[in-house]
């Protein structure tokens, strides 16, 4: 019953998402406002049906410590292959370390 749950609310979200993200410019942001806000969304809701409010608020901090982190590595990639011009895949891999040191340290920020 959980997956139909979440298949349902899962598909609804993306479907707005995908509308937000195709009402803007440039068409590059519509699979970022359809997948991961609408995933985000439709798990939270349903940590929060079967664990509660407290502990979904726990997970909701660390979706956005995460989604922090990846804006600083997304900033990092494209300046690095963008005004550097180096290429994607020595970029993207090699600052991996960057996103999981950021993410590590602000949640560290925010439990201490």
């Known amino acids: 019953m959980q997956y139909l749950v979440r298949f349902i609310i899962g598909g ?8 937000l993200g195709d009402a803007l410019k440039p068409k590059s ?11 985000a969304l439709a798990s939270l809701g ?6 509660g409010k407290a502990y979904a608020a726990i997970e909701g901090r660390s979706m956005l ?7 600083l590595y997304s900033l990092v990639c494209s300046r690095l292959m963008l ?3 180096f290429r994607a895949a020595p970029v993207t891999i090699s600052t991996l370390a ?6 590590i340290g602000f949640w560290a920020l925010l439990i201490s």
Not at 46 to 51: E, F, I, K, S, V
Not at 65 to 71: I, M, S, T, W
Not at 98 to 103: R, S
């Open 83 to 85: 005004r550097q011009h």
């Open 65 to 71: 410590v995460g989604a922090c982190a990846f804006l």
């Open 12 to 19: 609804m979200v993306v479907s707005l998402f995908a509308a």
């Open 46 to 51: 349903l940590t929060a049906l079967a664990h």
């Open 98 to 103: 960057l996103w999981v040191i950021v993410a």
């Open 29 to 39: 942001f519509a699979g970022l406002f359809s997948a991961a806000p609408s995933v």
